[in-house]
């Protein structure tokens, strides 16, 4: 056990954010201010528009959009003083997860034309404007992950991309773009406004939600696995930090960083990869392989997230005592708020067999029956 333990490396949130790319709430500005300009003719000169500043600084640019009868949407390009023939596109926007009330994008130049990501190319930064006006007439709020340079392979965030592109259901959260082609790398995915279902659970509302509710979540979160699981696809870490929580309080599984296709109905982990050992099934460290049924298990450890206000599994026992607790045939207690009912759920997932373990299909039903 200690041995095999050596090969698979555990990990906890904080240190597996410490791994993982930077994520952060990116509000896209699309809206327009009419005022600013309503002038896109090709053969105006530059100087003659409205929204642009020949010689001003980037601070200076953001005292002038950020004045009281600029509205929000309101935009300017300044001409660059440090890049000769690159020009900067100013927009006033309040995030208020970020603090920013004005975002930049960088317009760059070639022989051919200029572009703004995505690398879409015009003749003229006239025509750039009337395609800024144009294409977009609404704010999309979206969430962003960026790609660490000094810390993720390249081929990891791109196996990241792919399996996001293939899995495509309405309990998963939605990929709306990427960017492969340049530094830093982003997955453009669709943003949830309440943050994860971890930290909701552990807030003043969260502790006041009834067992229905949570049951709900449970359900959605259920229907999401098994599309995965029809598809071939083990998530590998299916915990309440990695499902998203809507206005409406959808519930959407959220990170795929630990998704892998399978392959003869199991996966097989390489060298040093890493698990989280609370929520990981028994036979993931002795096999050295995750299958469906693992997610299975992991889907118990959620149930009981749920039922105790996001609390982290195995109170008191580091990893190792985690290890030696289920090798000794032991499972948590059911805790109090949880029905008898769904504690027989949790213990089912749980089952030492993983063939004895319900599949996702036969978790639903059980679940709509409580």
Same mark, same amino acid.
């Given at each position: ?23 952060? +709430? ?31 600084? #980037? ?34 926007? @309040? =995030?208020?997860?970020? =603090? ?12 051919? !034309? ?6 879409? %190319?015009?003749?003229? $930064? +006239?025509?750039?404007?009337? &395609? &800024?006006?144009?294409?977009? *007439? ?28 293939? /899995? ?7 990929? $709306? #773009? ?16 309440? !943050?994860?279902?971890?930290? &909701? ?7 006041? /939600? ?13 229907? !999401? ?16 930090? *990695? ?8 519930? %959407?599984?959220? =990170? ?17 990869? %890493? ?10 460290? %002795? ?7 693992? =997610? ?14 996001? +609390?982290?599994? &195995?109170? !008191? ?12 045939? $032991? ?18 997932? @749980?089952?030492? *067999?993983? @063939? ?5 299909? +036969?978790?639903?039903? $059980?679940?709509?029956?409580?």
């Amino acid at each position: 056990m200690r041995k095999r333990s050596k090969k698979v490396k555990t990990m906890d949130r904080e240190e597996e954010n410490k791994e993982r790319s930077e994520n952060f +709430q990116l509000a896209i500005p699309l809206a327009r201010e009419e005022t600013m300009s309503n002038q896109s003719a090709d053969n105006n000169p530059l100087e003659e528009e409205r929204w642009f500043f020949k010689e001003i600084s #980037g601070k200076e640019a953001e005292r002038t959009i950020l004045e009281p009868e600029n509205k929000e949407g309101s935009f300017l390009i300044r001409k660059s003083r440090s890049n000769k023939g690159c020009y900067a596109l100013l927009v006033k926007h @309040w =995030d208020p997860k970020l =603090d920013v009330r004005v975002m930049h994008y960088k317009i760059s130049s070639s022989p051919s !034309g200029y572009y703004i990501n995505p690398r879409v %190319k015009f003749i003229s $930064l +006239q025509e750039l404007v009337k &395609y &800024y006006h144009e294409s977009n *007439n609404s704010f999309i709020r979206v969430s962003v992950k960026v790609q660490n340079v000094e810390l993720t392979p390249d081929d990891s965030f791109l196996r990241e991309v792919s399996i996001r592109k293939a /899995l495509q259901h309405v309990c998963l959260v939605q990929l $709306l #773009g990427v960017i492969t082609r340049s530094q830093p790398m982003l997955i453009i995915t669709e943003f949830m406004s309440q !943050g994860n279902l971890k930290s &909701y659970l552990r807030s003043d509302l969260g502790r006041q /939600l009834e067992l229905g509710l949570l049951i709900d979540f449970a359900i959605q979160v259920v229907n !999401g696995m098994i599309y995965m699981e029809e598809n071939c696809y083990v998530h590998r870490d299916l915990r309440s930090a *990695n499902i998203l929580l809507s206005d409406t309080l959808e519930c %959407k599984i959220g =990170d795929f960083s630990l998704t892998r296709k399978l392959k003869d109905h199991r996966y097989i982990l390489l060298k040093d990869e %890493k698990v989280a050992v609370k929520w990981t099934a028994p036979e993931v460290f %002795k096999e050295e392989s995750h299958t469906t049924k693992s =997610d299975v298990w992991s889907f118990g450890i959620f149930l009981m997230e749920l039922v105790t206000s996001g +609390q982290t599994p &195995y109170p !008191g026992l580091t990893f190792a005592q985690t290890l030696d607790f289920l090798e000794n045939g $032991l499972r948590m207690k059911r805790p109090m708020g949880c029905t008898e009912e769904l504690y027989c759920v949790m213990s089912m997932c @749980w089952e030492e *067999n993983p @063939w004895s373990r319900p599949s996702f299909k +036969q978790l639903r039903d $059980l679940l709509e029956n409580l």
